[in-house]
Each structure stands twice: as structure tokens, then as C-alpha cells.
């Protein structure tokens, strides 16, 4: 049994939304699979986040504990706009494994400790089910409900993982950027 998934972002960024006394605070975090084994099965994970300035080095730091970031990975950083977006490829993950990690600069600015959950080999599948949970544009209005809903089905153990479709965009389709920009913020730990 082969899967696919795909995850797309598409991040327009207002500049006056970032911290300035923290330039290069990681903000909007978020992650999309990649990369897989000679069985096809998922074994990487992409990590991106965005800073206001840019920093010498994009680092994760991971684990499976999160009092316990053992490991440690480096991408790359470009500018789009006025920001500066950072990759940071983890490969070689353990399958149906949830890893903790955290982002930044590898020394004075990291972000919060966050997590995801691998998914299971093709062959562990058969005859199980693994539960998706899709949702789209979360709405200027009432997109907190639909947040704390799907962390709902995270902390009940229904949903492991999630599919986001559509546009992320900021500041063109809202007239307050800052409101959207905290909404990304608040959608890193779901």
C-alpha cells in the first residue's frame, strides 16, 4: 500500500505583525512531511519557520522527549518580502513516532518545544485505520473555534495528523494583518 500526502503553504507576511525588539523570534511555525524510505513510507519532516531578520543558522532541535532535544538538524534561509523563511529538513525519523523539537538560531532564540507524530509504515496500516483530519481557510471570524476543535481531536487521540488546503494569506484579504498573523501563531501548537 503506498501513500502520498502533500502539504502547501503559502505565507504573505506583514512585516508591522513581528516582534521588533525580537527580530529573529521564530514565528509560524510549521511542518510538512518529506522525504521517504526504499518501502516509500514517510520518514522525514520538513520544519519552516519565519523571522523578521536572519540569523547565521537555521536549527531544530529534536527529540522523543521533550525535556530531552538530543538531536539537532541544520537547513537554510531565504528572504521573500520583508521576511526571512528558514528550512530545516529531518530525515531519517522512526516510524508512528512523536518527536518534540524546537526552532531558531541554535543559541539565544529558539522557539517554544512543539511536536508531531510520524506516520506508520504501509505495511503496519493494512487492516488499520489512521484518521486525517482536513480543514481549510479557518476564517477571519470564529477560526478559534475550528483551532481548539482540532486540538480537541489531537488531545483525544482521533486525529494524529492533519491536511491543511488552501491559501495562508495575510494582510490582502485582511485589513488588521496583525489578527492574522497571531491566528498562525496560535495554529503552531495544533
Not at 527529540?63 to 537547513?75: C, F, I, N
Not at 521576511?83 to 517554544?112: E, Q, R
Amino acid at each position: 500500500m503506498k501513500h502520498s500526502f502533500l502539504a502547501l503553504f503559502a505565507t504573505f507576511s506583514n512585516t508591522n505583525a513581528f516582534n521588533a525588539d525580537e527580530p529573529t523570534k521564530p514565528e509560524q511555525v510549521h511542518i510538512a512531511l518529506a522525504g521517504s524510505d526504499s518501502s516509500s513510507n514517510s520518514n522525514g519532516m520538513s520544519i519552516m519557520y519565519q523571522t523578521l531578520q536572519d540569523t547565521d543558522s537555521s536549527v531544530v532541535n529534536y527529540g522523543t522527549s521533550a525535556d530531552s532535544l538530543t538531536s539537532s538538524a541544520s537547513g537554510s534561509s531565504s528572504t521573500y518580502l520583508e521576511t526571512y523563511d528558514h528550512l530545516v529538513i529531518l530525515a531519517d525519523l522512526l516510524p508512528n513516532t512523536s518527536y518534540y523539537y524546537s526552532v531558531g538560531d541554535g543559541d539565544s532564540s529558539m522557539s517554544d518545544v512543539f511536536s508531531f507524530h510520524t506516520p506508520p509504515t504501509s505495511a503496519s496500516e493494512e487492516g488499520a485505520n489512521v484518521n486525517f483530519a482536513f480543514f481549510g481557510d479557518m476564517g477571519l471570524v470564529n477560526g478559534e473555534n475550528t483551532r481548539t476543535y482540532l486540538q480537541q481531536l489531537v488531545d483525544d487521540n482521533q486525529s494524529k495528523y492533519g491536511i491543511k488546503y488552501g491559501w495562508v494569506i495575510l494582510s490582502f484579504a485582511n485589513p488588521n494583518p496583525t489578527h492574522n498573523h497571531s491566528q498562525l501563531n496560535n495554529k503552531q501548537s495544533t
